[in-house]
């Protein structure tokens, strides 16, 4: 792989995506999502323009062809199997040669803390963008996205399960890969620090409902400024950022356990169902009712 200079990326000005090109909230209620690079680049000439996620962790595994990545005002070609680590709040872009072969994997950030969990320890190279290498692992990587990619598309028994080991067997080999971080004093990156910090407590105590000062104050920081990192990446306040969180889980548990629309309340700590009720429709657009019969 080379460089191949700077590019000029102003991060006030790029746009923020789940996905690529799409303006809804995360498709489904799966905690991840994996496509082929073909699939989506493929609609845009092989160009994906610069842009950032917030809520989202990718993994871009070249397997054949060329690929020009732009990562946080640095670019680079590279043209050899590789993965390219995505960090959540990190501008990037991709420019492919016509007919790259190679998948894409995007992470949502409340599944990297149900796997940090099991880890014990926090996926540090999953923390800061890098381009790896596979060399002699080539043919395991791609067996393993190949397989991620058919679980994800198909309904197969035991589905989730199957999910969760073929990503944590990538995991493993991603972090056996990583090498220890370099300080990095850049103003934009700490914002970002402070940001996944923020998830990360969000993570363990969503259930709670503690309140922003609480939060605030762990994160060692004041609530106007939390709300104010919150509006400048996630384009919304650090409330609206719990609040998705929280509807994320509600429609997850509405959809995919027997728990009642009251035993859903119960279990996310509001204090009364019609409360509840009131924040799915303000939230979601409908009633608990109505999107369970949907689903």
């Not at 960090?87 to 992470?107: M, N």
């Not at 934009?188 to 000062?213: D, N």
Request: aromatic residues 10%; hydrophobic residues 40%; proline residues 3%.
């Amino acid at each position: 792989m080379k460089r191949t200079g700077a590019a000029q990326l102003s991060p006030d000005t790029v746009p923020v995506f789940k996905l690529y090109g799409e303006h809804r909230g995360w498709p489904t209620p799966d905690l991840l999502h994996c496509e082929s690079i073909l699939k989506r680049s493929s609609l845009y000439a092989w160009h994906i323009r610069v842009h950032q996620h917030v809520e989202m962790v990718q993994l871009l595994y070249l397997h054949k062809g060329q690929a020009e990545i732009d990562i946080e005002g640095e670019r680079r070609v590279v043209n050899e199997a590789s993965i390219q680590v995505v960090p959540s709040l990190c501008v990037h872009g991709f420019r492919f040669s016509p007919g790259t072969q190679g998948y894409v994997l995007s992470l949502a950030l409340p599944l990297l803390s149900q796997l940090e969990a099991q880890f014990g320890r926090q996926l540090d190279v999953l923390s800061r963008p890098r381009c790896l290498a596979v060399k002699r692992s080539s043919r395991h990587i791609h067996a393993l996205f190949a397989a991620l990619l058919e679980e994800y598309t198909e309904e197969n028994d035991a589905r989730e399960m199957m999910l969760y080991s073929l990503l944590s067997a990538l995991l493993v080999w991603l972090n056996r890969q990583g090498t220890k971080p370099v300080a990095v004093e850049d103003k934009s990156e700490r914002k970002r620090g402070v940001l996944r910090q923020f998830a990360r407590l969000i993570e363990s105590h969503y259930r709670e409902h503690l309140s922003l000062a609480e939060y605030a104050q762990r994160l060692g920081i004041s609530t106007t400024y939390l709300n104010c990192l919150c509006r400048e990446f996630h384009g919304t306040s650090a409330l609206g950022v719990l609040h998705q969180r929280l509807l994320l889980e509600a429609k997850r548990s509405l959809q995919y356990t027997s728990m009642t629309i009251t035993q859903v309340s119960d279990y996310l700590g509001f204090s009364d169902v019609t409360y509840f009720s009131r924040f799915f429709r303000k939230r979601g657009g409908m009633t608990p009712k109505e999107f369970k019969l949907r689903m």
